[in-house]
């Protein structure tokens, strides 16, 4: 037996539905999304792209209770997608360029911040996700292995070897300073 034709009306409803959602989670969508591109225009285009994929495939999402973790799941892979795609670009230096005239409050900030942001730029894809999860959505281990679909242990593996890096990074910055 074929299923029904939906009607205009819980169309309407599903639409308003995925509206509200998706405000709900636009700002947390772009902090995990910064967090793990480094980069905020980078973070609008993959959070717009996340949810242009989301709304795509609304029609295949049973329980709307379950939208938070369906959503990062699509914002994770469309994240690393764009981690892959920038890979592959090779970036000119505009250092000298004019600055925009309107400033994200980011751009700006401390030297510590800034070694810190360098240091997690410098990590692989996984382990920058990782850390993005942890530590920008505060979700548990358990948590992030379920999103990204992966065994709790090596959720721990790559967490311990992202920090790890992370510290050296940031000792060599220091010692360097120091001399």
Not at 7 to 28: I, P, Q
Not at 29 to 54: G, K, N, Q
Not at 111 to 117: C, H, M, N
Request: glycine share 2%; with cysteine.
């Amino acid at each position: 037996m074929a299923e029904p034709e939906p009607t205009a009306a819980s169309v309407d409803r599903r639409a308003t539905v995925f509206r509200r959602l998706a405000d709900e989670h636009l700002d947390a969508s772009y902090r995990l999304a910064r967090a793990i591109l480094r980069d905020p225009l980078a973070a609008e285009d993959a959070v717009h792209d996340a949810f242009v994929m989301a709304w795509r495939k609304w029609g295949s999402l049973r329980d709307v209770g379950k939208f938070d973790a369906w959503f990062q799941r699509i914002l994770v892979n469309t994240c690393r997608s764009h981690l892959r795609r920038a890979s592959r670009i090779r970036l000119t230096d505009i250092s000298s360029a004019p600055h925009p005239a309107v400033e994200d409050r980011d751009i700006t900030t401390s030297p510590e911040r800034q070694a810190i942001e360098q240091a997690i730029a410098d990590l692989s894809e996984d382990h920058r996700v990782v850390l993005a999860l942890r530590y920008y959505r505060d979700l548990t281990i358990d948590d992030i292995a379920t999103l990204l679909g992966i065994r709790p242990g090596t959720v721990k593996s790559r967490l311990h070897h992202a920090q790890k890096r992370l510290r050296a990074a940031l000792e060599r910055r220091q010692r360097t300073e120091a001399l």
